[in-house]
């Protein structure tokens, strides 16, 4: 469990938060050592409520939950969880000793923050300075504001095959992973590296 020098910073640095925040923490046999903060309204719930509790047991009805807990323990990890007709973004990681502190937010918070990190708008006139056509999406970040993404769609079969196989590769497979089969037409060989591709982060 972070030592409680560490957590009042915390404390201090969440108060100054614009959205309804839970702060939450657990320790290696499960317990709930911490559950606080404005976003406990939200749930009908008092500071410090639940804790002592199983937190296993807390989540049990909660789709994800125990999954979410599994991997918050062994590592970072985030995930959107509903409670009841609310949805909450979690994110938390391990402590020293065993269990894990995170933070909650309500997912209507973090939405309502998303478009102003991205927007996209459709051209709905030909742009000749940049050859955008009507249809084309425009893709624009604040946090390049010097720069805009021209988004264009193709049709795949107007692609080269060997365009065409690399799109094949980084497709994602049902199951998880990676590598379709070539797509028909496609010619160059499974282990070739992409020329004209690549995944960014």
Known sequence: MANSAALQSLRDTLSLLPVEWVLWAFDGDWTMTVHEGPGLRRKGLRA???VGDDVRE???KCFGGAEFLRRVERGPASARLAFGAETFFLSGAPTPGG???GLSLPASATQSEAPELRRVVEVARPIQAVGAEAGDLLVYSPEDPD???LFRRVAVEDLPAEVRFELARLRPRCDGGRGEPP???ATRSP???ASHLRLLP
């Open 147 to 149: 720069h805009a993404g």
């Open 191 to 193: 282990r070739a590296p």
């Open 99 to 101: 269990g894990a502190i």
């Open 58 to 60: 807390r989540l049990a």
């Open 48 to 50: 410090g409520d639940g």
């Open 183 to 185: 797509a028909p037409g």
